[in-house]
């Protein structure tokens, strides 16, 4: 070990732009009458999303039986949402979520997520409220509102794709078209299932890209395949209700219009846990409060999480995660 | 074969694709918030030089390549290969043309060089970082003239040609640098 394996990863001059970005947002939602809360981090269920993968430690008593498995959260949505259920209003968390597997120029297994709830907002309403919290935060220059683009929109103008009804044959051709190079246990993949991995490569290897240029974007209405826990809209092809935002093509937020629906819920959970043994990963417990939550009844919501790490990235101008972060997760 | 999983790519890695070897050069871990997450990586062919960009997915698997750099010293060149041999086991091996490449015109006898084997068989040479050469070819010079910027062409004794100040004669030994084929300094015999 080095001499100076000691010293932290962000300079002094990003720690303190974050502190003031923190406050910042406290300000913001003090005006507005958002409740600040705190969810755990551990707990006995687990997200089912197969592109994620959980931290998991083990608790040894007194006050539950031995061994007892715990998660460490990969996001505090799932405790946020049984507070609406119990009548809470609007309620906002900033607080440290753990991903299994992710660490790069944009990934820390450990990162800090903002995270607030709106009772009676659509997801319009919700991207509008978010606009207004850069617009506090000094990220917004010019008077003009922030561009917007449906996902499909977005694949039109920047791929020349239909991401919803072009045939999965027709994404790999583009793919190549486009010089992408095609993972090989994606090459003779082309039925359905293997869709969105197809959405994902073009999305990450040449849309994203293609977006640094452009300083704010919000995409939404998702393919219903990708809603996560967000509501889907019937329309002539179902779209999610769900919208990100893009900084110079980077994500920084994931919102939704918030499914409400205890059955369509539990349905989903239960798909993304047979998804995962097909692949042969892990299986969590789903988190069977929530679904009762739900049950009880949530007020029509929407939600959304925002990268704090990667947002001060964008306050200091740095071009890595670890300049955000005191210690990254190799010098912890 | 050993393999490796995308979780363990790092620079400097090891790897056969299509059945060549190659370095990872650089690794990127891409993955939408809540979407498919891949490595896209920068590789090197360790047989051309030639640099490329592949996408894999998270958790697939990659054949580690058998791949090593080893310091050697030049021996001789005997016009078709190019003799090196380990300072401690003394083991010889024998480069050919395509391994040695460009690396041809810094070779002088008894230079330490690293040998990149692949398989054990020399697939790329590359010299020293410094080396010294002696003058053979270059017109001769105004002595006392450290004036004077552009320098002249002289050709050295294994057929580099570097630019050189205008004080320099036939038969000094100059220090180059081989990473940028550039006159360093004189060197006192």
């Keep these: 070990m080095q001499d100076n394996d000691w010293q932290p990863d962000a300079e002094i001059r990003v720690l303190r732009l974050r502190a003031g970005m923190n406050a910042g947002i406290r300000a913001f939602f003090a005006e507005r009458g958002v409740l600040e809360v705190e969810t755990p981090v551990l707990s006995h269920a687990a997200t089912t999303d197969p592109n994620l993968d959980s931290f998991c430690s083990h608790y040894q008593g007194p006050g539950a039986p031995t061994d007892t498995p715990l998660y460490l959260h990969t996001s505090p949505e799932f405790p946020m949402k049984r507070l609406l259920a119990a009548g809470m209003g609007p309620i906002y968390q900033i607080c440290k979520v753990f991903r299994n597997g992710e660490a790069g120029r944009f990934h820390n297994p450990e990162f800090t997520l903002l995270e607030w709830y709106r009772p009676g907002y659509t997801h319009r309403e919700l991207m509008v409220e978010m606009q207004d919290l850069l617009q506090a935060l000094g990220l917004l220059k010019g008077e003009e509102g922030i561009p917007m683009l449906s996902y499909a929109a977005l694949f039109r103008t920047y791929a020349n794709l239909d991401p919803h009804r072009d045939t999965v044959q027709t994404l790999h051709e583009r793919a190549r078209e486009l010089a992408i190079s095609v993972p090989d246990s994606m090459q003779n993949r082309l039925d359905e299932a293997s869709r969105d991995a197809y959405l994902d490569l073009i999305l990450t290897h040449h849309i994203e890209p293609a977006l640094h240029a452009t300083e704010f974007l919000f995409v939404y209405d998702y393919p219903a395949s990708q809603a996560a826990l967000a509501r889907i809209r019937n329309d002539e092809i179902p779209v999610a209700e769900r919208f990100e935002l893009y900084c110079r093509g980077i994500e920084l937020a994931n919102g939704f219009h918030e499914l409400t629906d205890a059955r369509e819920q539990a349905r989903r959970f239960a798909r993304d846990l047979s998804l995962r043994e097909a692949r042969g990963q892990s299986i969590p417990p789903m988190d069977h409060r929530l679904i009762a939550a739900l049950q009880a009844g949530i007020p029509p919501c929407a939600g959304v999480a925002v990268g704090l790490d990667r947002l001060c990235m964008i306050l200091a101008n740095v071009n890595h995660i670890n300049a955000t972060l005191t210690f990254s997760f190799n010098s912890a | ?189």
């Excluded at chain 2, 056969?16 to 896209?40: C, H, T, W």
């Excluded at chain 2, 038969?171 to 180059?176: F, I, P, Q, Y």
Aim: charged fraction near 25%; charge should be negative.
């Design chain 2, 1 to 189: 074969m050993a393999t490796y999983s995308t979780s363990e790519f790092k620079n400097g890695l090891k790897i056969m694709l299509d059945n060549d070897p190659y370095s990872i050069v650089e690794n990127e871990f891409v993955k939408p918030g809540k979407g498919q997450a891949f490595n896209r990586v920068k590789v090197k062919n360790l047989k051309t030089g030639r640099v490329i960009d592949r996408t894999f997915k998270s958790g697939e698997t990659v054949e580690a390549a058998d791949v090593m750099d080893t310091e050697m010293q030049f021996l001789y060149n005997d016009g078709e290969y190019w003799h090196f041999m380990h300072p401690t086991t003394f083991e010889q091996i024998a480069a050919d043309q395509n391994a040695v490449g460009d690396t041809v015109k810094w070779l002088k006898e008894q230079d330490t060089c690293l040998v990149t084997l692949w398989n054990g068989q020399p697939i790329s040479v590359s010299p020293p970082n410094f080396v010294e050469l002696k003058v053979v070819e270059t017109d001769p010079g105004v002595r006392g003239d450290t004036s004077g910027g552009g320098g002249k062409p002289a050709t050295l004794e294994t057929g580099a040609v570097v630019r050189v100040p205008l004080f320099i004669e036939i038969g000094e030994v100059l220090k180059v640098d081989t990473r940028t084929g550039e006159y360093v300094s004189r060197v006192k015999e």
